[in-house]
């Protein structure tokens, strides 16, 4: 039996709008990462990551829109633009870098969205501010890593330390946080430089430090900027204890420091030593069924930059079932009720520490985030 002429146009319009609702009803996942240019290292095991995010939460589809800033600042503002004004999405994983994060805060404010930051930089999140509490931040904070190793200085009597560091907002916070711990442990920061990550050359700023006859020389630099400073070290003859921060927890820093990098001690997750921490480990579990998927799906490790966007991903599976009951997907009930959830999830274990979020830490992690590592034999090897 055919349908009336004039019946037809209603039911189309019935049908098209139902499309509309179940769209509608879908929560969108905004992802930039620098998976091309200078901060590749970092982002591309982020990228890599988001197929392993959770697609089904709370019987909604979760759709991940992914893409890359080319490790540019400007273009991680146009990406956050984007994802925002013309996706409509209602949170944002990303950026991969430091002071591309820093730079799109403000949007992801403006607009109520919840960002998701797989950053270093304490920055994006303290001092706490009205437009910082919208950002979440998936990675241990400065001072959690840089007490670990004051600690282990002040325990191996080293008295004089010197600092290089990236210039950007990534070495400027380190620069703050360890010198004021530093200097309440009574240790002293005899010099500090700053350097460009697209740098090819540090020999300038290695030997003005060693100049300075310091015990030990802190690196602070993410991903393979984290690389160079050791190595001219090593050049220059400094014979001194070397550390560095997690921004150096990838394999790729074995790769390309080599023999030169052999002794630098660090603070990092677990996950960079997961083989050798016991399974009582509050992180061990949830590590390891990401590192194998991750391998089952890419052929390779993950750097432990790539877990910060799956923990951004667990995050947001516990916080979504809450956010539904105060909106929508799509409106701006259900992504400030995003943003309240996430801002009061307690005791979640994930890859690099146990999340406990408050208004005024939007990091979440303790201590149970770091391990003292060793680079011995070649290796990632556990300090005891």
């Not at 080319?70 to 956050?80: E, H, I, K, L, M």
């Not at 008295?159 to 442990?185: C, H, M, Q």
């Not at 997907?329 to 520490?353: H, M, N, S, V, Y």
């Not at 208004?359 to 003292?372: C, L, V």
Request: proline share 6%; charged share 20%; glycine share 8%.
């Amino acid at each position: 039996m055919s349908l009336p002429r004039f019946v037809r146009p209603l039911l189309q319009g019935c049908l098209l709008a139902s499309f509309a609702l179940v769209a509608q009803a879908q929560v969108k996942v905004g992802v930039v990462t620098s998976s091309t240019g200078p901060v590749a290292l970092v982002g591309l095991p982020q990228k890599k990551t988001v197929p392993l995010l959770p697609t089904k939460v709370a019987g909604q589809t979760v759709q991940y829109i992914s893409l890359d800033d080319g490790s540019d600042p400007t273009a991680s503002v146009s990406a956050f633009k984007k994802l925002i004004n013309e996706d409509k999405v209602d949170a944002i994983i990303g950026p991969s870098g430091s002071p591309a994060a820093m730079g799109v805060i403000q949007f992801a404010a403006e607009a109520g969205v919840p960002m998701l930051a797989p950053v270093g930089t304490a920055a994006v999140v303290v001092p706490m501010s009205e437009q910082k509490k919208w950002v979440f931040k998936t990675t241990q904070n400065d001072d959690i890593i840089a007490r670990a190793l004051v600690q282990h200085m002040s325990a191996t009597k080293i008295k004089k330390v010197g600092f290089i560091g990236t210039a950007d907002p990534y070495g400027d916070n380190w620069v703050r946080v360890f010198s004021a711990l530093a200097e309440k442990a009574g240790i002293k920061v005899v010099g500090s430089e700053r350097f460009q990550r697209q740098d090819t050359s540090l020999t300038a700023q290695a030997l003005k430090l060693m100049g300075a006859s310091p015990d030990a020389i802190l690196v602070a630099a993410p991903g393979s900027s984290s690389v160079l400073p050791s190595t001219t070290l090593y050049d220059v003859g400094y014979k001194g204890k070397v550390y560095q921060t997690h921004g150096a927890a990838l394999d790729d820093f074995l790769r390309l420091g080599g023999k030169k990098v052999e002794g630098t001690i660090l603070a990092a997750s677990a996950m960079l030593v997961l083989d050798q921490v016991p399974a009582s480990n509050p992180t061990k579990k949830v590590a390891t069924e990401y590192v194998e998927a991750y391998e089952k799906l890419n052929g390779s490790k993950p750097a432990t930059f790539g877990a910060n966007v799956y923990d951004a991903g667990l995050l947001l599976q516990a916080a979504i079932p809450v956010a539904l009951k105060s909106g929508k997907p799509g409106t701006a009930a259900f992504r400030t009720a995003l943003r309240d959830a996430l801002e009061q999830i307690k005791e979640l274990p994930a890859t690099q520490g146990v999340y406990t979020m408050t208004p005024a830490d939007h990091s979440g992690f303790d201590d149970r985030g770091r391990e003292m590592i060793v680079v011995k034999n070649g290796r990632w090897t556990l300090l005891k």
